[in-house]
């Protein structure tokens, strides 16, 4: 996307509000305003719609509507999933076995590690070479441990974006009667996401990850699954989190979902189109004798998101580069990308060597996107990196 002198190719970290989001939420800044939880007329008027607005999200996931949580994005749907779940302050994580992939972003993954102060035995479950967790890996890890009582794994990782086989892995959790928490943040909008077909708990939406606004999350939270509340002071959201509805951004999040699911296969097909001419591209870098690594295959990934490794070369210099020439992408998460120079986690579990561990970038396309955004992308690597 081209936003006046720049070329936008980090779409995992945040994507624009489409038009039709924009023009959904307007009228509830100004006309109605009201407080979803007021007893009067204008009051009951912005509840009606909030509920349209679940029943539209939960009919994209195949869920009920009672079992959609509005949250303040997919940081909160996840602590409040994790944390909830195991009941810290009633003491209810001590001597649970949790399973978290090692690849997980960190709002998964910290929270689950962070059991482990209350009583829990967390295992990290590291990925394949490929980038996946596998099930095999996981009934390795839970046969090990003799218990499983919560997973949480991703459903496409952020970095990568190799897509998760979730349904195996809700298989061998079921196995051990474990609740399964899946992160869907990064699937969204790019490969079909169905609750009951893959057999998860919960799981975890952000809307400006698909178009929509800052500032509203999903969680979904399957019948007869209980969670405490980790924010008191109110009834709202089936009594899980206390406070008043951001209701523009609750409209718009329906509506950006509802338009990803209509454009799915027009939206495919266009960032395909880039994926496969990037990659063609990148035929030239040997020429030039530059050393590059494909850190997923491109067959198991969403066709929005590249990951590839540059040897002898810290990313964070590539990203500074690019950014000084208008060029915008990304060194691993957008959320861990300022904690300094080193590795990617998700990349260091995958066992990539250091000298190309050190190089990872991540090239995300979004629906704005051109062809020249390659071209003009792959001639400044060139112009910075040829020997």
């Known amino acids: 996307m081209r936003k006046a002198d720049y070329i936008y190719l980090d779409s995992n970290a945040s994507t624009p509000l489409i038009i039709e989001a924009k023009q959904a939420m307007e009228e509830y800044y100004f006309d109605n305003f009201s407080n979803s939880s007021s007893a009067h007329a204008s009051g ?31 940081s909160e749907s996840l602590n409040l999933a994790i944390f909830g779940y195991h009941h810290l302050d009633r003491d209810r994580a001590r001597g649970k076995t949790l399973a978290v992939g090692a690849i997980e972003h960190h709002a998964s993954l910290y929270p689950a590690l962070e059991t482990a102060k209350y009583g829990a035995s967390v295992i990290e479950v590291k990925p394949e070479f490929d980038g996946a967790v596998s099930a095999a890996r996981l009934e390795e890890a839970a046969s090990k441990a003799c218990a499983l009582d919560f997973a949480s794994f991703m459903l496409v990782n952020n970095e990568t974006g190799v897509i998760q086989p979730v349904a195996e892995l809700v298989n061998v959790a079921k196995k051990y009667g474990a609740c399964f928490l899946c992160d869907a943040v990064a699937a969204a909008g790019k490969v079909p996401i169905d609750v009951r077909a893959l057999g998860v708990d919960m799981l975890a939406l952000s809307a400006h990850k698909f178009y929509g606004p800052k500032g509203c999350g999903i969680l979904f939270v399957r019948r007869g699954t209980r969670l405490a509340p980790r924010t008191l002071g109110g009834s709202h959201e089936f ?15 329906a509506a950006a979902l509802k338009k990803a699911g209509e454009d ?19 035929e030239i870098f040997a020429k030039n004798n530059i050393d590059i690594r494909y850190n997923s295959p491109a067959e198991k990934t969403v066709s929005s998101t590249v990951s590839v490794s540059f040897k002898n070369v810290e990313a964070e210099r590539i990203v500074e580069y690019l950014s000084g020439k208008g060029i915008m992408v990304s060194a691993g998460s957008a959320c861990s990308s300022k904690s ?24 995300s396309f979004g629906i704005y996107n051109e ?17």
């Open 340 to 363: 300094g120079a080193k590795a990617s986690h998700v990349i260091e579990a995958m066992g990539v060597p250091f000298e190309y561990a050190m190089g990872a970038v991540r090239i």
């Open 239 to 253: 009594g899980l989190r206390a406070g008043t509805l951001n209701t523009p951004a609750i409209i718009a999040t």
């Open 371 to 387: 062809i020249c955004d390659i071209d003009i992308l792959t001639s400044a690597l060139v112009s910075m990196l040829k020997k």
């Open 264 to 282: 799915f296969a027009e939206r495919e097909k266009h960032c395909l189109l880039l994926k496969n001419y990037l990659f063609k591209k990148f």
């Open 44 to 74: 009951r008027r912005v509840k009606d719609a909030i509920e349209e607005a679940r029943a539209v999200i939960a009919g994209c996931l195949n869920a009920a509507s009672e079992e959609i949580v509005f949250t303040s994005g997919a």
